[in-house]
């Protein structure tokens, strides 16, 4: 098992990205999911260098992170002959299983110069009733 699914198996954070059938293909992007020390919040680092920060939608329902977006490509436009390709262009598209309930609502996401997205979502307390699994929320995305 590569160490990558291992440490999220081992976490209970899971990653899934399904990619529907007869759909292009999308790039995925890196990402880290972890929580504050104080284990109130859950943090989501995306890398997404070259991505607009206007282009990036993210959604949340229950406990499914959505963000997609579109990364340009400027260098294949002309006709080149590549000697190494390893960065992906095109529509990309992250889904990821939260393990924990989030107050959606209270999200927020921050797209910084150096191509990371950082998405905060408050985990939702015991006491407090369960989010709507069937409600979406969509977050902003500010430039920082």
């Not at 890196?30 to 284990?39: A, C, H, L, P, R």
């Not at 390893?86 to 191509?115: K, P, T």
């Amino acid at each position: 098992m590569s160490r990558r699914l291992e440490s999220h198996t081992r976490t209970g954070l899971t990653l899934s990205q399904p990619q529907p059938v007869g759909s292009d293909p999308c790039w995925i992007p890196n990402t880290d999911i972890y929580e504050s020390e104080d284990g109130s919040k859950i943090y989501v680092v995306m890398e997404l260098a070259g991505v607009k920060a206007g282009g990036v939608e993210i959604q949340i329902k229950g406990r499914m992170l959505t963000v997609q977006g579109e990364r340009p490509d400027a260098s294949r436009k002309k006709k080149h002959e590549f000697q190494q390709m390893e960065i992906d262009y095109g529509h990309f598209e992250r889904r990821l299983r939260i393990a924990s309930d989030v107050v959606a609502g209270l999200a927020s996401a921050r797209y910084s110069n150096n191509g990371f997205l950082l998405i905060t979502m408050p985990k939702a307390q015991p006491d407090q009733p369960k989010p709507d699994i069937q409600e979406i929320s969509t977050i902003a995305v500010s430039d920082s």
